[in-house]
């Protein structure tokens, strides 16, 4: 009783004192940075003269201020991964911005000398790419990925007079990406100054692996440096009000290891994103030497042949998009405003999950994710030692895949959205016995690493991955398109599932029709568009229509990931040849973030909250009278009449006839007149209770812009 009591006290003290104590100071390196682009050779020097570089703040992306021009990173290949057999020239495949070459940062800042028993470290979010970072004239170190968090201890290169350089050199060559990368500082860097005694870099690890209505049992493993160490960890709820607290004094090797009980735990889901914190506070001899804040989610997930996914044990199958990570026309800088603005559409239209193909995403992102509420997928390369483009990431595989890992888990492990790992997109390796050698041991680093997540690779060769036992070895086997496969591959595999790791790849152009109206592969047309009819795929993909049939009638598929929720810079197919193409169509969204009509299609199965009944295509024809002008409704409505200008063009009712019946309504003999055409969609009990109209627009009369955000 008394032990307990001086306990008690002793945890009131520390807490006092770390309230005042400060342990850590960082230092956001945002503003003031300068930069240039080219060979600066001399750069990395203290006293260079950097007074005629431009001032950036850093995010930044230096290429995405253009201009656009057709000879960057100009291509003669074959995509081999799209079935070509011969080169030809590609103009717009990274997004035809000027990303190549070296580009160099220098930021001076001021930071009190390290005291006695402090270290520093400066930590990038990312960079693109191949950073060499220099201090006050020194090299600190390098990464190659430029998609990767990195860290670099300083302590011995910070200047004792408390004023810094900070230079990095940036280098991005020819065909070294399938996409627009970005280039330069385009996530965030900071510097970081704490005891030697205390958490090391991206030390938490926090589970949850026993959850009940009553309680929830949080394991937390802290990596420290120093001896004599007394953790205390508490937990504090989303309104900050304590839950659990514990004090722990012995270490397995470097690590603590404290399993604590949260009553009546508040699980997390895409529908309730509930967050708890976790304050960790290393003492020694009763002194606070160390304190770190990482936030968590309460949840379970499970994988099973039974019940296919579930979280916090109820099944449910993804209805995920794939990202990459530009933000159009703002580029990939790291914009928070912009990736929450692509979430909150994405969440409109009842998406749940997200995989950042094919890269590690954006701490900001997984915030975000964790905040509103998405699952995430969570990749990590596009190549492995066989390459896609001649100088991709297959040059750096050997040596950096398993730190480039595992970097990536200890970085981002923490946050709840994150459900899966994904080791691999599409990787030529699937063909190879070194190719299932390599993804079980990128397995391993992952089970090593995390042995709460699976980890899926995104095949796109099932029948080489079937035959030579790359599927088979994989926690869950990811099919790419291949919707005729998916059979084959669930008798041929162990697991009992499958997921959709990626599907679809329909294209369209926002607000563009093209008729006669139906379904094209690999279709062309003299602009350069592809209609919003979403009848138009290419040589491997598909219609969403297919896919949804497979993930209905198949218990056994986990859901799927689209490609892609928004257009991206880059990758214009199928205008890879065609200039000035230079950004996908693949989008769900166009590249500004405005729904295209299939936005709808998928709301309308998604988004099960609210009703969806859309309408397309717009009623300006002008020359189109008396011509076959189809009308096509997406609507979670079962049947609905279409009228022009009042006069019925008969009911429409979802059928088993085709994938398209099945998930559209289609009234495919209508004819142009100008006027107003109107849908009334009727519930099963056949009463009427929603209608949309379109009229045919006059001459435009002023242009409204609304701001969405202050
Ligand atoms: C996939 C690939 C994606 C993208 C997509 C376009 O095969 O994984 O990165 O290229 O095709 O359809």
């Avoid at 030809?88 to 160099?104: C, Q, S």
């Avoid at 592809?530 to 969403?544: H, V």
Wanted: proline letters at 5%.
């Amino acid at each position: 009783m008394l032990a307990r009591f001086c306990a008690a006290i002793l945890i009131q003290l520390v807490l006092l004192q770390s309230a005042i104590a400060q342990t850590r100071t960082v230092l956001e390196l945002k503003e003031g940075w300068k930069f240039a682009k080219g060979n600066q050779s001399q750069a990395y020097q203290t006293n260079f003269n950097d007074k005629d570089w431009q001032t950036v703040s850093v995010p930044h992306d230096w290429a995405i201020y253009g201009p656009f021009d057709k000879e960057i990173d100009k291509q003669v290949v074959a995509i081999t991964q799209n079935g070509e057999k011969k080169a030809t020239e590609k103009t717009g495949r990274t997004g035809a911005l000027p990303y190549i070459g070296e580009g160099w940062y220098r930021k001076i800042f001021d930071l009190p000398a390290l005291k006695p028993g402090q270290k520093a470290t400066v930590i990038f979010d990312g960079a693109m790419s191949e950073p060499r970072v220099y201090l006050n004239g020194q090299k600190v170190g390098e990464w190659n990925y430029g998609y990767n968090y990195f860290y670099l201890d300083i302590t011995q290169q910070l200047a004792s007079n408390g004023k810094n350089v900070l230079a990095v050199q940036l280098n991005n060559v020819q065909e070294s990406s399938r996409w627009y990368p970005g280039a330069g500082l385009y996530r965030n860097v900071r510097i970081e100054v704490k005891n030697d005694i205390g958490i090391e870099q991206w030390g938490t690890y926090i589970t949850t692996p026993f959850i009940s209505k009553e309680i929830a049992k949080v394991k937390i493993k802290t990596k420290t440096a120093g001896k004599d160490l007394l953790l205390v960890t508490e937990i504090l709820d989303a309104n900050n009000k304590r839950v659990s607290i514990d004090t722990a004094g012995a270490k397995f090797g470097n690590e603590f290891e404290q399993d604590l009980v949260v009553k009546n735990p508040m699980l997390w889901s895409p529908e309730t994103p509930y967050l708890y914190k976790a304050i960790s506070r290393v003492y020694v001899k009763g002194q606070l030497k160390d304190q770190l804040t990482s936030r968590f989610g309460i949840r379970q997930i499970s994988y099973l042949p039974s019940t296919g996914f579930s979280l916090n044990g109820q099944s449910r199958k993804f209805k995920g998009v794939c990202l990459h990570h530009d933000l159009g026309p703002l580029g990939a800088a790291i914009n928070i405003a912009a990736l929450r603005r692509q979430l909150r559409i994405l969440k409109d239209m009842g998406c749940d999950a997200i995989r950042s193909s094919h890269n590690m995403p954006s701490q900001e992102q997984l915030d975000l994710c964790d905040e509103i509420g998405f699952m995430f997928l969570a990749e990590t390369f596009d190549e492995w030692a066989k390459p896609k483009v001649k100088n991709g990431y297959a040059r750096y595989f050997n040596t950096d895949a398993e730190k480039d890992v595992v970097n990536m888990v200890h970085a981002t492990r923490n946050h709840p959205s994150i459900v899966m790992w994904s080791s691999g997109n599409e990787v030529p390796d699937q063909h190879y016995a070194e190719g299932v050698k390599r993804a079980k041991w990128l397995q391993e680093i992952f089970h090593r690493e995390d042995p709460t997540r699976p980890v899926t690779v995104g095949m796109d060769q099932v029948k080489a991955t079937i035959q030579n036992g790359f599927g088979a070895i994989l926690d869950i086997p990811g099919l790419n398109y291949r919707t005729k496969l998916y059979e084959d591959a669930f008798k041929a595999f162990p697991q009992g599932f499958l997921l959709g790791s990626e599907t679809a790849s329909t294209v369209s152009s926002r607000g563009i029709y093209k008729f006669p109206v139906m379904e094209y592969k690999n279709k062309q047309y003299p602009d350069n568009q592809c209609s919003s009819y979403d009848l138009e795929y290419c040589d491997w993909s598909n219609l969403p229509d297919e896919q949804f049939a497979l993930i209905d009638d198949k218990p056994w598929v986990l859901g799927e990931f689209v490609w892609t929720g928004f257009d991206y810079l880059g990758e214009p197919t199928p205008y890879d040849e065609q200039w000035p193409s230079r950004s996908s169509y693949f989008g769900i969204n166009d590249l500004a973030g405005l729904p295209k009509d299939r936005f709808y299609l998928y709301k309308s199965r998604w988004n099960t909250k609210e009703n969806t009944l859309h309408m397309l295509p717009h009623w300006n024809w002008a020359g189109r009278e008396g011509q076959t002008t189809p009308v096509f409704v997406y609507t979670n409505y079962d049947k609905a009449e279409l009228f022009v200008n009042g006069k019925s063009m008969g009911m429409q009712q979802k059928s088993n006839a085709t994938w398209l019946n099945r998930y559209r309504l289609m009234w495919m003999d209508v004819k142009y007149e100008p006027g107003t055409i109107k849908v009334v969609a009727y519930d099963k009990q056949g009463k009427a209770v929603a209608e949309q109209s379109i009229v045919t627009a006059d001459s435009p009369n002023q242009l409204v812009l609304e701001a969405d955000r202050n």
